[in-house]
């Protein structure tokens, strides 16, 4: 019986019929687009929407994590966001307790210094397998779409 | 030319071309969420961005591909499947048909985009990507490849099974397909 793969055109038919597609499409592209466009300009809210838009950005630039899908919010809650700021400073504050407990039990400063190394190294270490669990995930992920 | 546009003039040049492959992509109610999410991305670079609307393009992908993510690792084990997307609503089919008259276009014409959107919605996420490019944008396989930030060989193979696919679900092929239901089938998701 005959088989698909040998029923359908040639691959550059099959290349020519996109490009003859893609053709027709470009002024039809190009009327949606301004369609699209003029649809935003009569749109009431939408000089609202952009300031609000650009003041989410700036927001966001600033290390202020927004949690919802909605990130043109002006006023967020201050209780859903968290800054980057405090997240490194926490880290510094646990870090400077480390070393001053350390001196004052008197232990000697390159063993204080070896302490915070092996403990940076754990955290690199972490990471590292976190992101290739994640990249892995992708890949995982990439595989199942194609 | 960019760096003379202000933000908001930036934002209304690229806006319309990042919700209509946005809308391709994930159909109307989402895309305006991933609209906002690349356009919040987008805002503090805009000067730097030297090919706008593939960056966006890019863009629009990643916030898709973390939307997806975040359902797969909802449903705890379960394979996620680009038929999880949204866009094959009646109401999206209505807004699609709503958009084409408002942009003034023939009866030919919308029946042929509405087809020409259906097909690119069977496909998954990343030959939807190529498709868009290849239809709409009128690329070449060396623009497709930078976009996607692969080799030009892997741009010809997604090029292949996109061309595949989409020969595959035409109605002529798909007719063919139904005279020989279980083998076309079996043989048209291995091609």
């Known amino acids: ?146 | 030319m960019t760096s003379e546009l202000t933000t908001e003039e930036w934002i209304r040049l690229y806006e319309p071309g990042l919700l209509m492959f946005a809308r391709l992509q994930v159909g109307y109610h989402q895309a305006e969420d991933v609209r906002q999410e690349v356009l919040i991305r987008a805002v503090p670079r805009i000067r730097s961005i030297t090919d706008p609307p593939s960056w966006l393009r890019a863009t629009a992908m990643n916030v898709i591909n973390d939307e997806l993510r975040k359902k797969f690792a909802l449903k705890r084990g379960g394979r996620q499947t680009h038929t999880d997307l949204a866009g094959d609503t009646i109401a999206e089919l209505a807004d699609d048909m709503a958009w084409c008259a408002e942009a003034g276009l023939s009866l030919e014409q919308t029946a042929e985009y509405l087809d020409v959107i259906a097909l690119l919605r069977t496909l998954p996420p990343q030959l939807r990507h190529v498709g868009y490019l290849l239809v709409f944008e009128q690329a070449t396989q060396a623009e497709v490849a930078r976009e996607l930030g692969c080799s030009q060989t892997n741009v010809a193979k997604l090029i292949k099974k996109a061309n595949v696919a989409l020969t595959a679900a035409r109605p002529e092929a798909r007719t063919e397909t139904a005279k020989r239901p279980q083998q076309g089938a079996t043989e048209g998701r291995t091609a």
Not at chain 1, 99 to 115: N, P, Q
Not at chain 1, 127 to 139: F, G, I, K, M
């Open chain 1, 1 to 146: 019986m005959k088989s698909f793969r040998s029923a359908r055109p040639a691959e550059a038919d099959a290349e020519a019929q996109v490009a003859a597609l893609a053709q027709r499409m470009a002024p039809v592209h190009q009327a949606l687009i301004e369609a699209q466009a003029r649809r935003a300009e009569l749109d009431p809210t939408n000089e609202k929407r952009i300031a609000n838009l650009v003041q989410a950005a700036k927001k966001r630039q600033a290390g202020t994590f927004i949690h919802h899908s909605h990130a043109a919010d002006p006023d967020p809650s201050p209780t859903t966001n968290t800054t980057f700021f405090l997240r490194i400073s926490s880290i510094a504050v646990v870090m400077t307790a480390f070393i001053i407990v350390a001196a004052i039990h008197g232990t000697d400063i390159v063993e204080v210094v070896t302490g915070v190394q092996l403990a940076l190294y754990s955290i690199v270490d972490v990471t590292r397998h976190v992101l290739e669990r994640s990249t892995q995930h992708r890949t995982d992920r990439k595989d199942v779409s194609s």
